[in-house]
């Protein structure tokens, strides 16, 4: 079976949901490109003594977490490929 098959054996929604979900991460990416040298100011911040500055990294690398592993879930999902159970 080849990939167009797989892929166009699945529903619409799935597919932009997957797009979507794809471009999110991409775009998220970039932001982290752009604003880098933001974030290397909050992590100098951070040894400063500013605790709170911390938790700016961690709640970016939660939110990268999400969004890129929902679009590798339904990727693969869009594929047709599962997990045995």
């Given amino acids: ?5 797989a892929v ?8 932009v949901t ?3 979900l794809g471009v999110t991460s991409a775009g998220l ?8 040298d ?6 100098a911040a951070t040894r400063r003594g500013e ?5 700016v990294p961690v709640a970016i690398a939660m939110i ?4 890129h592993g929902a679009f590798t879930g339904h990727f693969w ?5 599962r997990a045995k159970k």
């Fill in 64 to 67: 990268f977490s999400f969004v």
């Fill in 38 to 43: 933001m974030l290397l100011e909050l992590a």
């Fill in 51 to 55: 605790k709170l500055a911390a938790l």
């Fill in 77 to 81: 999902d869009l594929l047709g490929l």
């Fill in 8 to 15: 166009s054996r699945r529903s619409p929604r799935a597919l």
């Fill in 1 to 5: 079976m080849s990939l167009l098959t």
């Fill in 18 to 20: 997957t797009v979507v």
């Fill in 29 to 36: 990416y970039l932001l982290l490109f752009l604003f880098s």
